[in-house]
Structure formats: structure tokens, C-alpha cells
């Protein structure tokens, strides 16, 4: 007993790097999904094709790729950033663009009478999407976003390539030095718990948007 005790605590503080990137990840990606949605939407023709060419690589390249890239490649060119810095950056530009083609989905699936309803009453295009389009857009996109957040979970087993000492890694160190899987399993529900946590936010969300929708 005594000994799971130990497993169980040397990995919730395994789970403490797990979770900040989770947590910062998502804070940053977020809005900075819905920056480069609108971007892409509203942009001169030049600024929405980069951001296009971003999304392209992001989502057409792995993310362990990514990782290794930031944190193996930048230092080369002078740019050496700590370990947590360099996961949180490839993670945050990683999620960010497959929110951004998300929220554009949702963005250009609202009629286009509705903008040119608010431009009737005398609203600039800023205080139509704050007040019309994107509440609208919230209450579309949260089943993917659910699903991507879920997957961001999962993700940030792949900081074990960092060295870092994440949930992933810590348990497999404790396997290899115990030779039990144990810590395998106690991860293994570490994870199935904080999806259950975020399934339930979610389907929150999905209810009370869909009370206010109706």
C-alpha cells in the first residue's frame, strides 16, 4: 500500500507539468485561434494567405515534429528557449490552428443577412462580431472544440521527447526502475479522469447554449 502511495504521489507531481501545459495552452490558443479565424476571413488578400500557408503547416505536419523543430532547431539560429517555453510554443501555434479553421467554419456558417442587419442598425464590424456572430459561433463549434481539447489532453504526453518530467514520463520511470506497470495504469486513469472532467464542462456548455438558442 505503501508503495502506491508513493507511485500515486510522485506522479500527481508529474501531472502538475502535464496540466500547466494543458491549461496555458489552452488560454493562449484560444483566442488566438479566433484572431487568425477572423484573419482569415476579413483580412487583405496578402495577410489571409499567409495565415492560410500557417494553418497548412501546422496541421499538415506532426506535432512531435514541431516539438523537435522549436526546441532542437531555433537554437541554431540563436533562439534558445527553456523547456517549458519551447513546449508551450509549438503547442499554443499547434491548437491554435486547428481552432482557427474551426471558429472560421463557425464564423462563415452564420447567414449573411445578419451582417447586413447589424450594418443596418448602425454597427461597426468589431460590435457585430462581439455581439451577433460570435455568440452564435460559440454555441456551433463547442462539440469540435470539445474534441480537440480532449485530444490537447492527450497531446501533452509527447513533452516525455523534452526530457521533461511530465505525468508519461514520470510513470514510465517508476516502471523501469520497479519493473511494475503499475504507474502505466495509474496514468492511464490519471488521463481517463481529466477527460471525464472536460467531457462534463463541455456538455454543460452544449446545454446551456442550446437552452439560450432556443
Known sequence: MDKLITMVTQMLEGSEITLEIFFVTLVLALPLGI???LGRISAPKIISRLLEVYIWIMRGTPLML???FIYFALPMIGIKLPDIAA???AFTLNYAAYFAEIFRAGIQSVPRG???AAKTLG???PQTMRRIILPQVIRMVLPPLSNETINLVKDTSLIYILAMNDLLRVARS????EFDMTPFVIAGIFYLAMTAVLT???KRLEVRYGRYAK
Not at 517508476?174 to 526502475?177: A, D, G, L, M
Open 87 to 89: 513546449a508551450l510554443l
Open 114 to 116: 445578419q451582417y447586413e
Open 200 to 202: 462534463w464542462i463541455f
Open 123 to 125: 454597427m461597426t464590424y
Open 35 to 37: 484572431f487568425v479565424a
Open 174 to 177: 517508476i516502471v523501469q526502475r
Open 66 to 68: 514541431q516539438l523537435l
